[in-house]
C-alpha cells in the first residue's frame, strides 16, 4: 500500500450530498458526529465543500432535478473519492422505483460522468449508524 | 560568510523556522480539535492526525476553476505560507533571546500577510462563494487591526520607561518585560486574544470561513495540495500568534529551563483559552465583530491608553 492510500484511509473529509431524500438518512449522518459515535476518532470530517472532499455522502433518490447537480459535484470533487449510497433510495431508488420524477439510482447517474467511479452501498430506512460506520470501514478495507 | 549564510538557512529551515514550527503546528492544531472534542464529551482525533491529513491532501488531484486567475490562485497560499514562516522564525529568536533584528512593526505586517493571501487567493477563484468570503474576510481585517495596533500602543507606552531609547520597539527588548501585570496592560492582553482569535479564523470571528452560510468561503474553490498548504499555514499560525503574545505580553521565552518551561507553559495557557473561547462562543455576523471591535474594544483600549499614560507619568507601575 502507498502512502496516498494509506493516508487516505486515515483521513476521509466527507461532503453530504442530498438528492431528495427525507431527511432521515441525513439525521442519521449527523448522528455519527455525535459524542455517542464520534467519527472524528478515525478521522473523518464533514467538510463544506466538495472540493476538499475524499467521499460523497449521497442520501436521497436522485431525482430529475437533483441528478444533474450531483454529477455536477462529483465532477468537483479532487480525485481519487469514494461515493457512498446512504439508504435504500440511494442504493436502488426504493419505494420510489418508477415514480415520475425519478432519474435513476445514484451508482447510474454518477456512472453516466465516470464509468470507473468507486461506490460503495449502505441500504436501511434509515440505515443505522453502526451500519454506516461498518459500510465506509468496509468499503475502506476493499479499496 | 559562508558560516554565516548556513546559519541563517539552518534558522529559517530547520530549528526555529520551517520543520519546528511545522511540528508544533501539527500538534497544537491536534490540541485544538481533542480539546474541542473533550469539551463536547468525545473522544477526539488521535494525535498523528492534523499530519495524515495534510499528507493525504498532499496526494490529491489539484483542481483550478476555469474561471480563476491561475497564477493567483496558485501563488496565494506559497505568499502567506512564507509571510507566517517568517514571523514565527523571528519570534522563535526573539524568544530565545538570540540577538535579532526585528521589531514589533515588521511582527505586524507579517501578520497581515496571511489574511491577505486569503483574500487574494479567494478572490482569484472566480467563485461567488470565495468572493463573499474575501468580502468578509477584509472586513474582518480592517475591524481587528485599530484594536491589535492600539494594544500594542499600550505595551510600548507602559515598558518605555524601562527601556533604553531607541529600543522601545524592539521585540527581544519588549519580551524582557510583563506587561500584563497591570491594569492597562490586562485590559491590553485579553483585546489582543480577542484579535488573536480573530486572526486564526475561529469561532466566534469564523465569519470568512463559516462552512454552514458560504461552504468553507474563501478556501471553497482549493483541493489538494494548495489546500494542504493553506492547512499548513493554518497550523503553523496556531504557532506564531500565540507566541507573539507570550513575547508581547507574557514576558517571553527565556533560555534558562526554567524559563523556557515556564514559556511553554505561557504558550499553553494561551492556546488553551483560544479554544475555549472557540467552543463556547456561537459564531457573530460580520456588523457585530466589527461593532465588538471598534467600540467596545477600541473603547476598552483609550481607556487603557489613558490608565497607561498616567501610570508613567505618576510612577505607578500597577496603573
Same mark, same amino acid.
Given at each position: 500500500?502507498?502512502?496516498?492510500?494509506?493516508?487516505?484511509?486515515?483521513?476521509?473529509?466527507?461532503?453530504?450530498?442530498?438528492?431528495?431524500?427525507?431527511?432521515?438518512?441525513?439525521? *442519521?449522518?449527523?448522528?455519527?458526529?455525535?459524542?455517542?459515535?464520534?467519527?472524528?476518532?478515525?478521522?473523518?470530517?464533514?467538510?463544506?465543500?466538495?472540493?476538499?472532499?475524499?467521499?460523497?455522502?449521497?442520501?436521497?433518490?436522485?431525482?430529475?432535478?437533483?441528478?444533474?447537480?450531483?454529477?455536477?459535484?462529483?465532477?468537483?470533487?479532487?480525485?481519487?473519492?469514494?461515493?457512498?449510497?446512504?439508504?435504500?433510495?440511494?442504493?436502488?431508488?426504493?419505494?420510489? *422505483?418508477?415514480?415520475?420524477?425519478?432519474?435513476?439510482?445514484?451508482?447510474?447517474?454518477?456512472? *453516466?460522468?465516470?464509468?470507473?467511479?468507486?461506490?460503495?452501498?449502505?441500504?436501511?430506512?434509515?440505515?443505522?449508524? *453502526?451500519?454506516?460506520?461498518?459500510?465506509?470501514?468496509?468499503?475502506?478495507?476493499?479499496? | 560568510?559562508?558560516?554565516?549564510?548556513?546559519?541563517?538557512?539552518?534558522?529559517?529551515?530547520?530549528?526555529?523556522?520551517?520543520?519546528?514550527?511545522?511540528?508544533?503546528?501539527?500538534?497544537? $492544531?491536534?490540541?485544538?480539535?481533542?480539546?474541542?472534542?473533550?469539551?463536547?464529551?468525545?473522544?477526539?482525533?488521535?494525535?498523528?492526525?492534523?499530519?495524515?491529513?495534510?499528507?493525504?491532501?498532499?496526494?490529491?488531484?489539484?483542481? +483550478?476553476?476555469?474561471?480563476?486567475?491561475?497564477?493567483?490562485?496558485?501563488?496565494?497560499?506559497?505568499?502567506?505560507?512564507?509571510?507566517?514562516?517568517?514571523?514565527?522564525?523571528?519570534?522563535?529568536?526573539?524568544?530565545?533571546?538570540?540577538?535579532?533584528?526585528?521589531?514589533?512593526?515588521?511582527?505586524?505586517?507579517?501578520?497581515?500577510?496571511?489574511?491577505?493571501?486569503?483574500?487574494?487567493?479567494?478572490?482569484?477563484?472566480? $467563485?461567488?462563494?470565495?468572493?463573499?468570503?474575501?468580502?468578509?474576510?477584509?472586513?474582518?481585517?480592517? $475591524?481587528?487591526?485599530?484594536?491589535?495596533?492600539?494594544?500594542?500602543?499600550?505595551?510600548?507606552?507602559?515598558?518605555?520607561?524601562?527601556?533604553?531609547?531607541?529600543?522601545?520597539?524592539?521585540?527581544?527588548?519588549? $519580551?524582557?518585560?510583563?506587561?500584563?501585570?497591570?491594569?492597562?496592560?490586562?485590559?491590553?492582553?485579553?483585546?489582543?486574544?480577542?484579535?488573536?482569535?480573530?486572526?486564526?479564523?475561529?469561532?466566534?470571528?469564523?465569519?470568512?470561513?463559516?462552512?454552514?452560510?458560504?461552504?468553507?468561503?474563501?478556501?471553497?474553490?482549493?483541493?489538494?495540495?494548495?489546500?494542504?498548504?493553506?492547512?499548513?499555514?493554518?497550523?503553523?499560525?496556531?504557532?506564531?500568534?500565540?507566541?507573539?503574545?507570550?513575547?508581547?505580553?507574557?514576558?517571553?521565552?527565556?533560555?534558562?529551563?526554567?524559563?523556557?518551561?515556564?514559556?511553554?507553559?505561557?504558550?499553553?495557557?494561551?492556546?488553551?483559552?483560544?479554544?475555549? +473561547?472557540?467552543?463556547?462562543?456561537?459564531?457573530?455576523?460580520?456588523?457585530?465583530?466589527?461593532?465588538?471591535?471598534?467600540?467596545?474594544?477600541?473603547?476598552?483600549?483609550?481607556?487603557?491608553?489613558?490608565?497607561?499614560?498616567?501610570?508613567?507619568?505618576?510612577?505607578?507601575?500597577?496603573?
Amino acid at each position: 500500500m502507498n502512502w496516498k492510500m494509506w493516508s487516505l484511509k486515515k483521513s476521509v473529509w466527507v461532503f453530504h450530498v442530498n438528492c431528495g431524500a427525507c431527511n432521515n438518512c441525513d439525521i *442519521e449522518i449527523v448522528n455519527l458526529l455525535t459524542p455517542k459515535f464520534d467519527v472524528e476518532r478515525f478521522g473523518i470530517k464533514l467538510v463544506g465543500s466538495p472540493r476538499h472532499a475524499d467521499a460523497l455522502l449521497v442520501t436521497g433518490v436522485g431525482t430529475k432535478q437533483a441528478a444533474r447537480r450531483l454529477q455536477e459535484v462529483y465532477r468537483q470533487t479532487a480525485k481519487p473519492c469514494v461515493v457512498f449510497c446512504m439508504g435504500a433510495c440511494a442504493c436502488g431508488t426504493g419505494i420510489f *422505483e418508477g415514480a415520475y420524477h425519478v432519474a435513476g439510482p445514484v451508482d447510474e447517474v454518477v456512472k *453516466e460522468v465516470d464509468p470507473n467511479a468507486i461506490i460503495a452501498y449502505v441500504p436501511g430506512c434509515p440505515p443505522k449508524p *453502526e451500519a454506516m460506520i461498518s459500510g465506509v470501514v468496509k468499503a475502506l478495507a476493499a479499496i | 560568510m559562508i558560516t554565516e549564510v548556513a546559519t541563517n538557512l539552518f534558522w529559517i529551515l530547520i530549528f526555529p523556522g520551517f520543520v519546528f514550527t511545522l511540528a508544533v503546528g501539527l500538534v497544537a $492544531s491536534w490540541l485544538v480539535r481533542k480539546v474541542s472534542a473533550l469539551v463536547q464529551y468525545r473522544v477526539g482525533p488521535p494525535v498523528y492526525q492534523p499530519a495524515v491529513d495534510v499528507t493525504k491532501l498532499m496526494g490529491k488531484e489539484i483542481l +483550478i476553476p476555469q474561471d480563476a486567475h491561475r497564477a493567483v490562485f496558485v501563488v496565494a497560499p506559497l505568499v502567506g505560507f512564507s509571510g507566517v514562516l517568517l514571523l514565527s522564525t523571528m519570534l522563535w529568536l526573539v524568544g530565545v533571546q538570540i540577538t535579532f533584528v526585528g521589531d514589533i512593526i515588521v511582527a505586524l505586517y507579517l501578520m497581515v500577510l496571511p489574511s491577505l493571501a486569503l483574500i487574494l487567493g479567494s478572490s482569484a477563484s472566480g $467563485s461567488p462563494h470565495a468572493t463573499i468570503g474575501a468580502a468578509r474576510e477584509m472586513k474582518l481585517v480592517l $475591524s481587528y487591526e485599530l484594536p491589535l495596533v492600539l494594544a500594542f500602543v499600550v505595551v510600548i507606552i507602559k515598558t518605555a520607561g524601562g527601556l533604553e531609547p531607541g529600543e522601545q520597539l524592539s521585540l527581544v527588548a519588549l $519580551s524582557q518585560q510583563a506587561p500584563v501585570m497591570s491594569i492597562s496592560g490586562l485590559l491590553a492582553f485579553i483585546v489582543a486574544l480577542l484579535c488573536v482569535q480573530a486572526k486564526l479564523g475561529f469561532v466566534p470571528f469564523d465569519i470568512a470561513e463559516s462552512e454552514t452560510e458560504v461552504a468553507s468561503g474563501v478556501m471553497i474553490e482549493y483541493s489538494g495540495a494548495l489546500l494542504a498548504v493553506w492547512k499548513l499555514m493554518q497550523a503553523m499560525m496556531l504557532v506564531a500568534l500565540p507566541l507573539f503574545l507570550v513575547v508581547v505580553f507574557l514576558g517571553g521565552i527565556g533560555i534558562s529551563v526554567g524559563g523556557l518551561l515556564g514559556g511553554i507553559g505561557k504558550y499553553l495557557l494561551v492556546v488553551v483559552l483560544v479554544i475555549l +473561547i472557540k467552543n463556547t462562543n456561537p459564531r457573530v455576523r460580520i456588523d457585530q465583530a466589527m461593532r465588538f471591535f471598534w467600540f467596545y474594544c477600541g473603547g476598552a483600549l483609550v481607556a487603557a491608553v489613558i490608565l497607561a499614560t498616567l501610570g508613567n507619568y505618576y510612577g505607578l507601575a500597577w496603573l
